[in-house]
């Protein structure tokens, strides 16, 4: 009789070059290995993977991925927002579904119910090549860490002349574009007013790219949850005359009936939120139709599983999906499968800046993206690994937990 492969190992890597990312890796007795990711608070998730989650998942069976996540869950009590508990078991869970899938010699598409679509269209997030993630802690709301020497400084690039930008993202064949130029101007209020003529300052770029291409590309307005309701209605009628594609975390994430009085209040689609974890935050943002277009990050809503759950529930309300992506490129590929799979998914976020340049420090396999599309990605599970030079890398640590 053979023996039931069990979980052996549970592997996390760091590297200060990207200082707010941890990776995962867990084994199984047969040989296969699948990875996760998550970003923000990496040393607490770290700790959280090796303290507590490890010790349940040692010894187990691999293939019972819808029973760990429950015991993860209840374990770790997790909560509505992004912590340390939601990230922490979406960076295991993403490791166990890639596990799964490569033990089954299938892409994860596959093992998640197949194809829905042969491609899907994506947006580039213009960010620069050090925002946000690989910036560490220092970043701020507006902060641009202008790197020229570095290709596709998008950032800086819409904060100057938006309508270059555009067509030069026209050029690569998207035709959808995010952009954030009123962030900045949260920090002197802390989101409490926004000045007129910061106003019209963040509301000019969206003029010059319709100047510059005209409506042939669609253009979300993200706000990050910076704002108090008043002054997320002023931004969001002042860029209204432009025709946005959507008002992304227009107000804090706290208040549920806010973001629903923010989406009643404007024609333009209300997107909402990365920065929410689980199924039963977003039951009540669903019931009181407090957002248009569902977005979650499967690096931190409680990885696939989650992601699939409330993926399931937007349908329900006749809502698409559109999952987030400027953490890492394994969430990256888990949220390409995840849009292919999934048959109300709208749109996938991606970062060229990222994409061309430290990305592909990390990872041997991105997205194939042609003509704004990306195609289905090859090879089992993500199709996806760790580089062997990041794995070597003297500055990379890893932390194990074995049987």
């Given amino acids: ?58 010894g187990k069976n691999p293939d019972q991925l819808d029973l760990h996540w429950d015991n993860m869950a209840r374990r770790m009590k997790v909560n509505r927002g992004r912590s340390v508990d939601a990230s922490s078991i979406s960076a295991v869970d993403m490791a166990l579904w890639d596990l799964y899938a490569r033990r089954n010699k299938q892409p994860l598409y596959q093992v998640l119910g197949g194809l829905a679509r042969d491609k899907i269209r994506v947006y580039n997030t213009c960010a620069g090549y050090s925002y946000g993630v690989k910036a560490g802690r220092t970043w701020k709301a507006g902060e641009i860490d202008y790197r020229p020497e570095q290709p596709y400084e998008d950032y800086h690039a819409f904060m100057t002349d938006a309508g270059a930008l555009a067509d030069d993202l026209m050029s690569q064949g998207f035709t959808a574009m995010k952009i954030w130029p009123f962030d900045k101007y949260s920090n002197e209020s802390n989101g409490q007013f926004i000045h007129a003529t910061d106003l019209e300052a963040g509301t ?82 669903f019931e009181k139709q407090a957002m248009t277009i569902c977005m979650l990050d499967i690096s931190w809503v409680g990885g696939i599983s989650e992601a699939k759950r409330i993926a399931a529930m937007a349908d329900a309300f006749h809502m698409p999906i559109a999952p987030h992506d400027c953490v890492g490129p394994v969430t990256l590929m888990f949220s390409v499968h995840l849009s292919l799979n999934a048959t109300n998914a ?58």
């Fill in 204 to 285: 000019e770029p969206f003029y010059k790219i319709r100047e510059a291409v005209g409506n042939k590309m669609d253009v979300m307005v993200e706000m990050h949850s910076l704002w108090n309701l008043s002054s997320a209605k002023r931004i969001a009628k002042s860029v209204e005359p432009t025709s946005p594609f959507w008002f992304e975390d227009p107000v804090p994430m706290n208040n549920i009936d806010t973001l629903a009085e923010f989406r009643k209040s404007t024609d333009i689609a209300t997107t909402a939120s990365e920065t929410v974890s689980t199924r039963w935050a977003f039951r009540e943002m």
């Fill in 346 to 403: 709208l749109i996938q976020e991606t970062v060229r800046a990222y994409n061309n340049t430290w990305y592909k420090e990390i990872v041997d396999q991105l997205p194939n993206i042609e003509n704004g599309y990306a195609l289905p990605p090859e090879g089992y599970g993500t199709g996806t690994n760790l580089l062997r030079s990041f794995l070597s890398n003297p500055s990379t640590s890893v932390v194990e937990s074995a049987l």
């Fill in 1 to 58: 009789m053979v023996a039931t492969p069990v979980i052996s190992r549970v592997e996390t890597f760091r590297n200060p070059e990207y200082p707010m990312i941890v990776w995962v890796q867990i084994h199984s007795s047969d040989g296969f290995v699948g990875l996760g990711e998550s970003s923000f608070s990496p040393d607490a998730i770290e700790a959280y993977i090796h303290s507590d989650i490890s010790d349940y998942l040692l």
